[in-house]
């Protein structure tokens, strides 16, 4: 029989987790990180030093992310396939 382990994500995860948890891909994190998203808010830099350099491993704020994705303005609904006839 096999074992079922349930496990609640901290508020902090990372990058694998937050790509299984809320489906983004690594370019869509990316992007976002470098575009929109505060360092501090929705993504820290981390060192076992508390020290954390540009180049150290990334957490993410999984909760300042869903606000963040609620916060999109809805997409423009687009006709595929109509031509327009000048």
């Known amino acids: 029989m096999d074992n079922v382990i349930q496990m609640n994500p901290s508020k902090w995860v990372s990058e694998d ?8 891909t690594k370019h869509m994190i990316q992007h976002a990180r470098r575009k929109s998203w505060m360092e501090g808010r929705e993504y820290i830099h981390v ?35 109509e031509r327009i006839s000048a």
């Open 17 to 24: 987790l937050l790509m299984s948890l809320n489906g983004m």
């Open 47 to 81: 060192a076992p030093d508390l020290n954390p350099k540009e180049n150290s491993p990334i957490m993410y704020n999984r909760q300042e992310i869903d606000n963040w994705v609620e916060r999109q303005r809805p997409a423009i609904r687009r006709r595929i396939g």
